[in-house]
């Protein structure tokens, strides 16, 4: 079955540092992978995806992830973050084939300290 | 273009009683899916709508959740005797399968059961 986990809960960053999201998933045939962000009291926004193509793939607000088939993972980066950049993240996996249905992880904290 | 919209924003009801929830998807997407979120949680996925296919309703909690979605556009979730463990944020989300794929979320319904 597919899955997906992100392993922390919370991670802490000063600002300017570079960031890390973890995020592996296991699947059954090509994975179709996102990255969500929530902020405080909105909706999920969609911040990139890897469909296919480059491992690297860049999305929204300087955000980028790598995927790597070897590792099994998805992890969301930036190279420098922002305090605004504080909100819960998502990775999710496409549930299988001719479906857009996601499979979510528990969600990581992402707090950046001024 | 519009994005995808729910009504009410915030809904607060006495336990025991019924509500309806709105969603208005991205015109032209044919795939529609709920989600409940409590307190800033995870995402826990209750139905899924996919063109005139049977819904997906694996994620209902119990009998009390029902959904439909009338002439593959506006959805709406029934909850019947409301209990307190029903209060959360309901989210909805379309995409359209055919195209880019990325689930796109309206900004919630939250619901308060007193």
């Known amino acids: 079955a597919q899955s997906v986990a992100q392993p922390e809960d919370q991670v802490n960053v000063a600002e300017g540092n570079p960031l890390t999201v973890k995020c592996t998933y296991s699947v059954s045939g090509n994975p179709y992978l996102f990255w969500y962000v929530q902020y405080p009291n909105r909706g999920l926004q969609f911040l990139l995806k890897y469909i296919t193509g480059d491992n690297l793939v860049k999305g929204s607000y300087g955000f980028e992830a790598e995927f790597n088939k070897s590792q099994t993972s998805f992890h969301l980066k930036k190279p420098s973050a922002l305090v605004s950049d504080s909100a819960l993240y998502f990775c999710a996996v496409r549930e299988g084939l001719n479906t857009d249905k996601l499979i979510f992880g528990t969600g990581t904290r992402l707090q950046v300290f001024p | 273009g519009a994005g995808v919209s729910q009504s009410p924003s915030n809904k607060v009801t006495e336990k025991g009683k019924d509500v309806e929830l709105r969603c208005d998807p991205i015109s032209g997407h044919t795939a529609l899916y709920w989600y409940r979120q409590s307190l800033g949680q995870g995402l826990e996925f209750l139905i899924y709508f996919q063109g005139n296919s049977a819904p997906d309703k694996s994620g209902l909690p119990s009998d009390r959740f029902s959904a439909e979605r009338t002439g593959g556009s506006v959805s709406t979730l029934t909850i019947q005797r409301t209990q307190q463990e029903d209060s959360a944020v309901y989210l909805c989300?379309?995409?359209?399968?055919?195209?880019?794929?990325?689930?796109?979320f309206g900004p919630g319904t939250r619901l308060t059961v007193t």
């Open positions: 989300a379309s995409s359209n399968p055919r195209g880019s794929h990325e689930q796109y």
